[in-house]
């Protein structure tokens, strides 16, 4: 868990300085005023004394052993200091200077150094570049942030420090309340997955928060996150998918950002719940944070407002979630207790004139109900309604009970008092019902995924030697695209039919090989740099004898010249005639940051005009699969809707699998696109009428 | 002693290139060669002369001892253009027929660069056709498989000095034509009584240009290593698209040179990611740390350029076409497809040479 990191016994801060206007002064001045128990030792060449503590010229003249070295230095003297620390055998560091790679060149190099350092002497390290860290149960402050966070249950990483001072300074304001606070910095040690790992199970942390702009390792993160969001719930801003945002992050991380469809479906894939903005990252951090975790689906509302009920009702069906149907027992305990004219039925109308007592007697009824998994509590104000004592009820009520209690209290200049009792008693309240229902919707999400059985990974037996056999050759020759025969033999080695199929470079050889395929064949041309070949009449089908077969030749020929005067052409292909099924798109295209990211659709107007494609991170698993197939909105028209025929779902699963497979054995492969894969009525089968893979 | 021309009916088919690679071939066999160029007409000029670059590059590095007047006797200036038109008469049949004596002198064959077109040299009454007729030089005919092959322009040289075309020479045909051209179109050939004495493969290391050579025509500031620069460029892309479709783009071809401009620093990272030779950035935007220190680790140069990227691209392009021979990696590559894909033997018993 880091331990050096967080909770050292004794810390040096290299660089504490009797000057206030230094960040090395404030830096020591937070690790004196934190409340802190262990030792601190300033470390300064002349002063003898800070802050009323003794200084030392070095690392090496501190007496006792020292954990922790927090670095506010010139980056010029970052390397002799860390040389220091090393034969102090001091463990952690947390470098604050900045001059390393952010800023390129010579600072890239002073990173390489410092890393290696570090790793010579087996310590750990945050940044450099960074803020610091904080933690609020070890009440190690060793950053020179301005303010101490309140404790409470809420672990934050940032990559942004400026972004950590401003949730800092704003969550003071909200009583939110951080077990631990870093700001990653160059993150040249210690990084997002670093982190997950750490904060993996701690019982300080019942929520973890993550602003990124790039992701180091992509595989090893969603390998982490994986594992962690079993147990703990995590909540990600990444910034920079736009296209915009995506040149802002190249010029300040100078990291290829990843592509949007790959971050949205890695962080699918491994659990992590997206946050799109600033307000939505701790809408969610304070649900986890304060509430117990949602068991279900189910919820009810209760509220003073017939309108408002009804458009929380509306956000419960968009969100994922559904309303509760109450049990016999609950509807007649409220019908006993409730006005006449109130709503006994989910959404609970307490009507406008509706005090405190209402409000407990609709929330205990709910609650107690089995067929409720979370409730949620409106209130608009209004003359008659007792603001405080009400939100006193509403969190003594939530209080016995072990399901999810979140409330909107609408407005704002009377809502002052309530709102505090709410906030100090951990009631998550939300300005609108909107946000409510989406921060359970998310909670939701996230229970769903710690119930699901573990992910099985197919592995089909390949003759992978061959397959290596091929690409070495592509890449002896230099050719970054394999051939049409290549491509044949590679996709026949991981199992996918492909249709007979000759290359003929003049009309005869089409002809003959019409002949020994035996007609009606297809006949397209085959250019690495003609992409839409049927759209430009290069494609024949049903080519019926032998001289149909020569025109055909010279035909397509003609028209690839035309469209593309100089373009390299290898020939014709003569290919076996395949009979028609469902069109289905399998891409793969390698993400930078992620590795191959699988794209699945119906070929034709439901990928180029209705972008109808899910996406998926290679490794799949079978389960995923089956998912992002039923993602699709086309799906039902594979299942046979609308008097289409079913199509063979299972091979188009199993093609996925294989296509996984082969990508993630043969790194190689940076696109790969199967279009289209046609596919037959169930247990007929799939086949891959076109193909080709670029290498790199 | 024995005379060989080397024609064409088109530029950039690989003359010059074959006249070092046939030369140096001779001299490893033995022979004492000479070579000249008859009529010169792209010249350059430096601040003390008006010369042949081909032919002086020629010269030394075969270290031929004629003098660079006699390998190179004719050359064609505007100002010379501007005195024939103007009625004066210069006999260059004389000043060519001089020089081939004096550089045939104890030579055991002397290889002549011809012109470039069928055309070329009749102003000055030194075509193709009348310099094999006037030295009685027998000539083998380069063309290159491009898209097609053009067996018109062969059968009419043919035609057009029968005897005289030894036979020809099929350069830069294309992987997947290599089959079509030796099984179908040599035979034919040869049945027309037209040897063939070689088919080369393409290859991109001969069409490309190197970064240095990209650097030196569109000018503009290097970062990076000097060293880099001898990457070879095929082709050039345009960086202008969305991020998203970059990659994709940008893997679609390998030894590329990706024009953009200097500001878009998403798309020079997605060039950086795949194979690229160069980075050509333009309106003279020093690109961020990032994206040096990302070229640096990949070794990939990056040239400055102060215009934009359309001009960048226009002026990048016209150096593409006229391959340059005048690198040692590419005349050694060329020496080596005419070792494996030319039959010496067979030239040298069609111009009488004894082995």
Redesign the interface.
Known sequence: MLQAIFAPRSVAVIGASPDPNRIGHTVFKNMVESGYTGAVFPIHPQVTSILGHRAYPSVLAVPGPVDLAVLAIPAAHVLAMVDECGQKGVRGLVVITSGF?E???E??ELERQLISRVRAYNMRMIGPNSLGLIDTYTRLNASFAGLMPDTGNIALMSQSGAICTAILDWSKGQGIGFSRFVSLGNKADIDEVALLHAWNRDPQSKVILAYLEDISDGPAFIAAAREVTRNTPVVAIKSGTT?AG??AA??H?????G??NAYEAAFAQCGILRARTVNELFDLAVLFASQPLIQGNRVAIVTNSGGMGIIATDAVAHGGLTMSSFSPVTIACLHERLPPSANLYNPIDLLGDARSDRYEVAMNAALADPAVDGLIVLLTPQAQSDLVCTAEVIAATAARYTKPVVTSFMGAYSLGAALEVLRTRQIPNYTFPERAVQSLAAMYRHYERTQRPAAIYRNYAVPIEQVRAIFAAARSA????LNEREVRLVLAAYGLRVPVSR?A??PDEAAELGTTLGYPVVMKV?S?DILLKSEIGAVQMGVADASAARESFTLIDYRA?KYW???????VLVQELVRPGREVLIAV?RD?QFGPLVALGLSGVYVEVFKDVAFRLAPLSAQEVHAQIRELRAYPLLRGAGGTPPADIAAIEETVLRVSQLVVDCPEI??LDLNPLIVHGPGEGAIVLDARI?V? | MATLYVASTETFVGKSALCIGLLRRMQRDGFSVGYMKPLSVSVAHTPDSVLDEDAAFIRETLGLNATLDQIAPVLITPSVVESILRGQTIAYTRTLRDAYLAVSRNKDIVVLEGTNTWSEGALVDLTADQVTDLLQAPGLLVTRYGTTLNVDTILSVQRYVGDRLLGVLINQIEEPQFDFVQSRVAPFLESRGIPVFGMLPHDPLLAGVTVDELLEHIGGQLIGQRVWCTRTVESLMIGAMGADASLSFFRRRANKAVITGGDRSDLQLAALETNTSALVLTGNFRPSPQVIDRAEERQVPIILVPDDTLVTVDRAERLFGRVRFHKANKLQRFAELLDEYFNFDRLYEAVGLPR
């Open positions: 790679k800023i390129g060149g600072g890239k296209a995506s040149l190249a010029a991380t100078g990291s290829l950002a592509s949007e230099g050719r970054i695209e290359l470079r003049s085959v690495p010249r005067p100089g373009a390299r052409i290898r020939g295209n930078p940076v696109e670029l790199q």
